[in-house]
């Protein structure tokens, strides 16, 4: 024990509170750096647990989940209930894709409750974004899984369908066959509906309008879906166009619909999207579908804009292509898509609501798409559809699985990038940090403070003391060479430095999330490494124990609690001049008030998250906040209040609606 005492130099009386007289017995048998070890971990656990260092660093806890509701949690959101959303839909297996088994998990931090609720897509890689009443719009998912290189077995790819008939629309079962000129047969992977044709009659304007039929043009209608052919061999191979004939067809219907097809081969298959979108109703508690999107999307971002609409940039198609540009909108008063502005960009893309209602890509991303084309971060201007390119990052090659957040407060219009890799399977990460302020004329990044080392999938969440807290993320791709960083910390925006916080004891890498609770506290879900060993050769399997983070301020003097400002009775809507009044005990010591958007994170992105500053007013027994009336600072939703005492501690959250 002599070298123990050498490295540790613990009192007498702490080793033995340390160690216990059981634990010194178990030393005898280990050898010294087994021993050093073990005393090593002993200490560490009984120094995290001390009041000081808890009231310094703050504290983390595994939650107990019954087994039943343990997930894949691969989306994690905030609703105005104060439940946690976390959707996994097939949560990364296939085997339960392939028996069509979707779940999602809806549990209450207040009182740790679960429940299941019925998932009727695979929104496994959906995108996610908060309706204005407090609904959750749900969109995209998986169709199909990908088919790495080596194991196609099966030519396939995109078949082109088109309907000349001006009549009537039609649909194809999933299994329809498309035989090609010499004789191969495809078999398709969905169900497709292919609108009919559109007629466009010439008009005769020498002949006072009239017109003439005889002179039509016709415009076939056309959809695609996946086909694959139903033979093995290389005869299925091709990559000349050509006309497909429907098998089973006659008469003029094989005349008007048939296929067209351009490529079908045996390389990698991605991933495929779904057109579904759905609403998650809070109060109801179940997803409530509404029209699909026009585009199949797997990994799209959707980001509310200052009228309340959603759009839904990027993803993989309904054939694994990252789309080309093809952007839509969502209305939440009539339940229906329409298009919007034409641009690329990497799949999930962190595009942020700025000031005067455009929209700012920091560059991060997530995945799809090449290097050289879409990672500019810049302003886009969504109504003129007009981009403009932001300069300045470092590691600029580096933003795939970045982190991305707008500073607190908003008002500011400060965006900030956090660490990142490189594209792909990429074993590089970048421990740099970013930011940019967007009220200048002509913004540019400028280099922030350093994380501790270079981190991929960093999880980076709004505190309500206007601090940003992260927490794990991979110095590796998907936590290969067991690269998981155990480590986190406070940014600090107005001295633009980090200070540590304490380290978690759950690895966080791919498919890895974490959101504010109501009551100040910080949860983090999900995990999906590669390999569960340094050497890489033992598969990893997700990660569903859910940790807890008890920040600082919440810790008391002496392993008190933390004495809170508390907001009592008061209203849940703003009145006609943007104000809410609550009643509060000691209202002189509250100092800031924050309004903070509820999150929905998946992959590292989180659109959602934003806190604003209000104006406060104070008398006896009240305090009353006023909440700016520009919707590009505060778009329509709800929100949850925090206020701060003098000593830095918040209260829980109120929930207040913004129309």
Same mark, same amino acid.
């Given at each position: ?11 007498g009386?702490l080793?033995?509170?340390?160690l216990?007289?059981g634990?010194?017995?178990?030393l005898?048998g ?20 001390q009041?000081?260092?808890q009231?310094?660093?703050g ?7 019954p087994?039943?509701?343990?997930t ?12 946690v959303l976390?959707?996994?839909g097939s ?11 979707f779940?999602?998990?809806l ?7 679960f429940?299941?609720i019925?998932?009727p897509?695979d929104?496994?890689c ?6 204005p009443?407090?609904?959750?719009l749900v ?7 990908e ?10 790819g ?8 001006p009549?009537k629309?039609v649909?194809f ?6 035989r ?13 509906k292919?609108?009919?044709?559109k007629?466009?009659?010439?008009v005769d ?11 039509t043009?016709?415009?076939a209608g056309e959809?695609r879906?996946?086909?694959?052919a139903?033979?093995k ?6 990559t000349?166009?050509?006309?497909y004939?429907?098998? #089973? +067809?006659?008469?003029? =219907? @094989?005349?008007?619909q048939?296929?067209?097809a351009?490529?079908?081969t045996?390389e990698? $298959?991605?991933?495929?999207g779904i057109?579904?979108?759905y609403?998650?109703d ?5 997803y409530?579908?509404?029209d ?5 999307r797997?990994?799209p971002?959707?980001v509310?804009l ?10 993989l ?5 990252v789309l080309?540009?093809d952007n839509e ?5 009539t339940?229906?898509w329409s298009k ?10 962190a595009l942020?609501?700025t000031?005067?209602g455009?929209?700012?890509y ?5 995945g799809?798409?090449?290097?050289d ?6 302003l ?5 559809n007009t981009?403009?390119?932001?300069? #300045? +990052?470092?590691d600029? =090659? @580096? ?5 991305s957040l ?5 008002q500011? $219009?400060?965006?900030m990038?956090l ?5 792909g399977e990429?074993s590089?990460?970048t421990p740099?940090?970013?930011i940019v302020?967007l009220k200048?004329?002509s913004?540019?990044f400028?280099?922030g403070p350093?994380l ?7 999880s980076?969440v ?11 993320g991979s110095s ?7 690269s998981?960083?155990l480590?986190a910390?406070?940014y600090?925006?107005?001295?633009n ?5 304490a380290?978690p ?7 890895s999330e974490?959101?504010l609770?109501?009551?100040?506290r910080?949860?983090?879900?999900g995990?999906?490494?590669l ?6 050769t ?17 810790h ?9 400002p ?12 943007g ?24 992959h590292s992105?989180d659109?959602?998250q934003r806190?604003i500053?209000?104006?406060?007013s104070?008398?006896k027994?009240s ?10 600072l505060?778009p ?6 925090f206020?701060t005492?003098v000593?830095?501690?918040p209260?829980e ?7």
């Amino acid at each position: 024990m002599a070298h123990l005492s050498y490295r540790y130099r613990p009192t007498g009386k702490l080793k033995k509170t340390v160690l216990g007289g059981g634990a010194l017995v178990v030393l005898v048998g280990l050898n010294a750096p087994a021993a050093a070890s073990f005393a090593s971990e002993k200490y560490h656990a009984y120094k995290i647990a001390q009041p000081d260092y808890q009231q310094k660093y703050g504290s983390w806890s595994v939650l107990d989940v019954p087994k039943q509701y343990r997930t894949n949690a691969i989306h994690a959101a905030l609703l105005h209930t104060g439940k946690v959303l976390l959707i996994a839909g097939s949560g990364n297996n296939q085997k339960k894709f392939d028996k069509g088994t979707f779940e999602t998990i809806l549990w209450n931090p207040a009182d740790n409750t679960f429940k299941k609720i019925t998932t009727p897509e695979d929104f496994f890689c959906s995108g996610h974004s908060q309706l204005p009443d407090g609904r959750m719009l749900v969109a995209g998912g998986t169709a199909r899984y990908e088919v790495l290189d080596g194991k196609v077995t099966k030519a396939g790819g995109g078949m082109r369908v088109k309907n000349e008939d001006p009549d009537k629309a039609v649909t194809f079962k999933k299994g329809t066959l498309f035989r090609s000129p010499s004789g191969i047969e495809y078999v398709s992977k969905f169900d497709v509906k292919v609108p009919r044709a559109k007629k466009k009659f010439k008009v005769d304007y020498a002949s006072s309008g009239r017109m003439l039929p005889w002179k039509t043009k016709v415009t076939a209608g056309e959809a695609r879906v996946f086909v694959e052919a139903v033979e093995k061999g290389p005869q299925a191979l091709t990559t000349e166009a050509a006309q497909y004939e429907i098998v #089973g +067809l006659k008469g003029k =219907d @094989a005349d008007n619909q048939y296929g067209l097809a351009e490529k079908i081969t045996t390389e990698k $298959q991605d991933f495929q999207g779904i057109k579904a979108a759905y609403e998650f109703d809070p109060k109801a508690e179940k997803y409530v579908r509404v029209d699909p999107m026009k585009e199949a999307r797997w990994y799209p971002t959707l980001v509310g804009l200052d009228d309340g609409r959603v759009l839904a940039v990027s993803g993989l198609d309904d054939v694994g292509a990252v789309l080309t540009g093809d952007n839509e909108i969502y209305d939440p008063v009539t339940k229906k898509w329409s298009k919007g502005p034409t641009r690329y960009f990497p799949t999930y893309p962190a595009l942020f609501l700025t000031k005067g209602g455009k929209l700012f890509y920091s560059g991060s991303n997530a995945g799809y798409g090449p290097k050289d084309k879409g990672r500019q971060p810049g302003l886009w201007d969504v109504r003129n559809n007009t981009f403009t390119k932001v300069g #300045g +990052l470092t590691d600029a =090659d @580096a933003t795939e699985t970045s982190s991305s957040l707008m500073l607190p407060p908003v008002q500011d $219009q400060k965006v900030m990038i956090l660490g990142g890799g490189g594209v792909g399977e990429s074993s590089r990460s970048t421990p740099r940090t970013g930011i940019v302020d967007l009220k200048k004329d002509s913004p540019s990044f400028r280099k922030g403070p350093d994380l501790p080392q270079g981190t991929r999938y960093l999880s980076s969440v709004l505190m309500p003391d206007d601090s940003v807290f992260t927490t794990g993320g991979s110095s590796d791709y998907r936590g290969r060479n067991a690269s998981d960083v155990l480590k986190a910390q406070f940014y600090d925006a107005k001295k633009n430095t980090f200070r540590a916080a304490a380290d978690p004891t759950v690895g966080r890498n791919y498919h890895s999330e974490a959101l504010l609770l109501p009551d100040g506290r910080v949860a983090s879900f999900g995990s999906d490494p590669l390999y569960s060993d340094a050497d890489n050769t033992k598969l990893g399997t997700f990660e569903q124990r859910v940790e807890i983070f008890t920040p600082p301020y919440l810790h008391g003097d002496k392993g008190k609690k933390a004495n809170r400002p508390a907001l009592g009775e008061g209203p849940d809507e703003l009145d006609q001049n943007g104000r809410a009044t609550f009643k509060a005990s000691n209202p002189d010591k509250i100092v800031k008030a924050r309004l903070m958007r509820p999150s929905a994170v998946t992959h590292s992105t989180d659109v959602e998250q934003r806190s604003i500053e209000l104006t406060l007013s104070t008398d006896k027994d009240s305090v009353t906040v006023d909440v700016p009336t520009d919707r590009t600072l505060v778009p329509p939703g709800w929100y949850m209040l925090f206020v701060t005492n003098v000593a830095g501690v918040p209260s829980e959250a109120k929930w207040i609606h913004v129309e």
